[in-house]
């Protein structure tokens, strides 16, 4: 079960839906809700930390505006204490080029992360943070879409399965929410590209031994992208999350995604739980 989750704030016109979300998942499950509000700190190095309660709420600014993170920090704390969640938060103040290695850090010992979808249309300095914290911080990351998708609900859920190793761990990271899902789908594209011993059919057996049924879906993206047959199929299912290994590899010390996983990271209309 799920009991420690940090929340990674941003400080735009997300902010509200990414504490709204978290809180109402923190509540489902009872567990601790840690917020991070990070300030980017772009003229001044000298920085600090300021730490209130227990826990953690994150604001990201291109130069440091302490009200501005007071008010994001008041509005997490407001909504956690109305809906009877166990909170924190936590405030980070350092210079631009450190936050990223710092939110990373800060995550690693949680159950659960749970960060915004990157913005195409409105760039900002939070955009590299899911990456970050994908491929370092070793935990499952529970990206949240920018379109609003209100309270937190996992009745329909969507395997994507590949049989490998980063689609095992993230069924694994994802077994709290599979267990309260009215419907679970196993979906694999382009079957002759996934691992013939980790077949769907096993991976559904697996579920079974647990109490889960779950139904087997195989699609082919001929012409398409993968990721859009993905999120297409979603649609269709009424998804109400994804579940999928998030690959990646490190080039000269420079983080870079798998397309299928930047793919779905861009255009996702679906709270999706990536495990690397």
Partial sequence: ?????????PSDDRTKSVTNYAVS???????NLDGLVRIHQSFNPAGGIAISGIATAIITRFDPDPSMADAIQEQFEDTAKAAGVSYGCKMICRETSLLLRSATELSQLYGLILVAQPDRSQPSNDDPLAESLLLGSGRPLLVIPYIDRGAFAARHIVICWDGGPAAARAVHDAMPFLCKAAAIHILVVDRDKTTAMNTPEALKDHLARRGLSADVHHLFSHTSDIHDV????????????????????????????????????ETMTVPVLFSH
């Fill in 25 to 31: 998942l923190a509540r489902s499950f009872g567990a």
């Fill in 230 to 265: 993905i999120l297409s199929f979603a649609s269709d299912v009424d998804a109400d999350m994804l579940v999928m290994g998030g690959y990646g590899h490190s080039r000269l010390r420079e983080q870079i995604l798998g397309g299928v996983t930047r793919g779905v990271l």
């Fill in 1 to 9: 079960m799920l009991k420690d989750i940090l929340v990674h704030i």
